[in-house]
């Protein structure tokens, strides 16, 4: 298990058959992960063989093929539950994709816990989808959203949290690591705090997963949700992971098959655990994938993958601060290998479509964090997010492209 | 590929978008409007001053953007000028028409075939809406509405 002889690059770069394709005539340089992640062949023939030799509706049939599809659907649901290590099954809900998790969770727990006068407490680092979900359930309860500030590295302010963290205080929602900016976020310490007051947290790991092996117990989050499309598996699939105290609470969030015990005309019983929560035909497919993208990065070894991020975060950061007119915006201690920066007097899109020509792939734009482009008065940044299939070549590559974009405005 | 993005940016355009003409709010604006571009959250706001016989007297702008959307913005504040709001409107379909890729040509007055350098846009379909956020916005102040989005 601590096996640390560096990650083997060039043999991983093979598992992802999009590395074989070129963009406009040039080597793919894929700094995009942080949007969406490529995947790895074991996934792709994962998701075939779902389709080709074993697929049907799943838990209805008592044919052969819904009993196969059945026992792999639900085996993706162990192999999540095992990585994340939860404490039961039924803490782990399929949803579409984080987006949805958080909507579920703002909009049933909003609906058993707010109240008028409630508050909940986000942050300046959260993603769009961790903020308005929880605007539409502050609007019904007639509860308000507070946001917990940054300093201008980007650091959470821990002073500041606990300052708000009040009586008020119903939930805390914030993001395990910044999406536009990389800050880890102290969610064990951010999660103790809240406890201390009795307040339960949500953490939102889409950008942890796949970079670090998240323990919910350990972190002792009462919710904690992620996609899996930026962990190699396919689009569609996303889990919420919820402690069964508070989901044994909590109304259904949508109406449908498969989340009732009996159904009359006169009232209708809900069915218990993850079901409950699971309305309608799952994504199946896409839970199978996800399940086998999870055992591939863990097949990897996530102690390899950190500390190969890590070099490639350092090395970026290194070479872009070389660039007089690059200003990184987002320095914390601790960072996931997300880089956002400007230029002087160069418009993010324009870098964008100057270096999509040298078949470098990076996010342009407000990253769905206006509030964040907001505190630090940019429309929008540049972002390179890395991924474990990223080498030094990509950066050099960035940075290449970069300069090109420099000569054009020059 | 350098020949496709010389294409995009051409002189003319780096020009425009690092030294705007009219850039800034003039004293007396008769009608304006705020565009929004929800994709990139660029904003421009187009001002326009018109005379008694609705005549585009003055146009202006204010805004952030990319070197696209600010030189489409400064060239269409010098061609509208004098124009009437029928003609500015007929202007923008030809112009949206072009970066689109629907016509190779514009078929408007010689002043406006300055807007042949933007033609480009059209191998970027996703930078269209860079091109004419600023004409949505004036497409806004002339119906009397002060918003507009490329959505």
């Known amino acids: ?284 497919v896409q839970a199978i994938g996800l399940g086998t993208a999870i055992d591939y990065m863990n097949s990897v070894g996530f102690d390899k993958i950190a500390a190969h991020e890590q070099s490639l975060l350092a090395y970026a950061t290194e070479r872009l601060r070389e660039i007089n007119s690059v200003r990184i915006i987002g320095q914390a201690r601790n960072k996931a290998a997300i880089v956002s920066f400007v230029m002087d007097g160069i418009h993010p899109h ?25 505190f630090y008065d940019v429309p929008s940044t540049v972002r390179a997010s890395f991924a474990l299939y990223n080498n030094h070549e990509d950066i050099d590559a960035l940075v290449a492209s970069i300069q090109m974009v420099q000569e054009f405005f020059g | 590929m350098q020949d496709t993005l010389r294409e995009l940016y051409q002189e003319v355009i780096l020009d425009h978008s690092k030294h705007p003409r009219n850039f800034g709010r003039p004293e007396t604006v008769t009608c304006e409007a705020h565009g929004y571009n929800p994709l990139c959250g660029d904003t421009i706001d187009v001002f326009l001053t018109l005379n008694e016989n609705g005549l585009i007297e003055k146009a202006a702008f204010e805004g952030k953007g990319c070197a696209i959307s600010m030189a489409s913005a400064s060239m269409l504040t010098e061609l509208v000028k004098g124009k009437t709001a029928d003609e500015a409107h007929a202007l923008f379909r030809s112009f949206h028409d072009l970066v689109t890729g629907a016509t190779e040509e514009l078929g408007a007055d010689e002043e406006a075939e300055k807007l042949m350098v933007l033609a480009g846009v059209k191998a970027f379909p996703m930078r269209v809406k860079c091109a004419t956020l600023s004409w949505h916005a004036l497409e806004a102040a002339l119906k009397g509405n002060h918003e507009a989005t490329t959505e």
Request: proline residues 5%.
């Open chain 1, 1 to 284: 298990m601590n096996d640390m002889t560096p990650l083997d690059i060039e043999r991983i770069r093979k598992d992802f058959p999009i590395f074989g394709e070129t963009v406009h005539g040039k080597r793919l340089t894929y700094l995009d992960s942080g949007a969406s992640a490529q995947k790895p062949k074991v996934v792709l023939d994962a998701v075939h063989k779902a389709y080709a030799e074993t697929y049907a509706n799943v838990h209805r049939g008592v044919h052969y093929l819904s009993q196969q599809s059945t026992e792999l659907y639900e085996g993706a649901r162990k192999t999540v539950r095992a990585h994340l290590n939860a404490a039961s099954l039924d803490e782990i809900i399929f949803t579409k994709n984080t987006t949805e998790a958080i909507n579920l969770v703002a909009d049933s727990f909003g609906r058993l816990a707010l109240e008028p006068g409630d508050e909940i407490l986000l942050s300046y680092l959260e993603h769009h989808s961790n903020i308005v979900p929880w605007q539409l359930a502050a609007e019904k309860a007639g509860a308000t959203v507070k946001a917990v500030p940054i300093d201008e590295n980007g650091e959470f302010l821990m002073e500041e949290y606990l300052k708000l963290l009040g009586p008020k205080t119903k939930i805390v929602a914030v993001t395990h690591i910044s999406n536009a900016i990389g800050t880890i976020v102290p969610v064990k310490d951010v999660i103790r705090a809240a406890h201390d007051k009795g307040i339960p947290v949500l953490i939102d790991g889409s950008q942890a997963m796949p970079h670090m092996k998240v323990d919910v117990q350990e972190l002792g989050a009462d919710f904690y949700v992620f996609t899996g499309h930026k962990v190699f598996a396919p689009t569609g699939i996303g889990v919420l992971y919820g402690k069964s105290e508070w989901l044994e609470k909590m109304p259904p969030y949508q109406g449908g098959g498969d989340m009732i015990n009996r159904v009359t005309f006169e009232k209708t019983t809900y069915a218990t655990g993850h079901s409950k929560f699971e309305a309608g035909t799952p994504p199946i």
């Open chain 1, 350 to 374: 324009d870098i964008g479509t100057i270096v999509d020509q040298s078949g470098v792939a990076v996010r342009v734009g407000h990253h769905c964090a206006q509030p964040l482009m907001d």
